[in-house]
């Protein structure tokens, strides 16, 4: 997970400001952690909440998103879901926000191989973000983490996302025709992190992919930086960098996270 928070991080001064290059400072004193490391911290929370047992997950995905939601509330969420975080009865608003996709990388690390992926995203994605959409930028970005974890090569990846997206695009063409401007939907964001994924060289080329191309770049960068951790690793000396961000409420749960993926 700390992989989809390094991206988002790089990619926070860039949302509103895109910048259509590979040129630029990796970390820099204007980046920041918004709601897409929060919400990811969230779901990694809600995972050791449950202990295994996944009838519980959903609840406790709630319980997760908003105790520890509510504690950073001006990180950049939108509006229906900021009205879902402080809900005394909060319901799915049928979304198909790429935010499921955003927080969705604990998923990917805690799942044993594909099908518990499956089962596991629409658990955590469903109190939400339950448009079909929604749904499915969360699994397939799950998925991709589990297959790359598990050894799987790119073309075996991006067969299994073929499934869920029409992958032609290239970062060049996103980064020419669609000149930067993008919609916070899963439908675009996820296919856009995917073929940063596909086309990077190691894990800090996939970002900087993300970057190049516009649009919601801290959630493009978050969604590609998660699988790109699975399948490349993140160099120990991002982690050290992107922790100087992080309130030690929130690198507290990575930490805790990360030790128990160990266990497993």
Not at 41 to 64: F, I, N, P, R
Not at 143 to 160: L, P, Q
């Amino acid at each position: 997970m700390i992989g989809a928070i390094i991206g988002d991080i790089v990619g926070s001064r860039f949302e509103f400001n895109n910048h259509l290059s590979k040129d630029f400072d990796f970390f820099h004193p204007n980046c920041e952690f918004t709601d897409d490391t929060v919400m990811t911290c969230a779901v990694a929370q809600a995972l050791m909440d449950a202990a295994g047992d996944w009838s519980t997950l959903g609840e406790k995905t709630v319980a997760a998103m908003q105790r520890i939601g509510r504690q950073f509330p001006n990180c950049g969420y939108g509006a229906r879901f900021i009205h879902w975080m402080f809900s005394d009865n909060p319901q799915p608003y049928n979304s198909c926000g790429n935010g499921s996709a955003m927080r969705i990388s604990p998923v990917g690390f805690a799942a044993k191989d594909v099908e518990e992926a499956k089962m596991l995203s629409a658990a955590v994605t469903r109190i939400s973000h339950n448009h079909p959409e929604g749904m499915k930028g969360a699994e397939a970005t799950a998925v991709a983490i589990v297959m790359a974890r598990k050894g799987k090569s790119k073309t075996e990846i991006r067969t299994a996302m073929e499934e869920y997206y029409d992958l032609s695009m290239t970062v060049d063409n996103y980064r020419t025709q669609w000149q930067g401007h993008g919609k916070e939907i899963c439908q675009i964001a996820v296919p856009q992190a995917l073929v940063c994924f596909f086309e990077g060289d190691h894990f800090e080329d996939v970002i900087r992919n993300c970057i190049s191309i516009g649009g919601d770049s801290d959630t493009i960068a978050a969604i590609a930086g998660g699988i790109a951790e699975a399948y490349y690793g993140v160099p120990e000396k991002y982690q050290i960098k992107a922790e100087r961000y992080l309130p030690p409420v929130l690198m507290q749960i990575v930490l805790d996270f990360q030790e128990r993926a160990k266990e497993r």
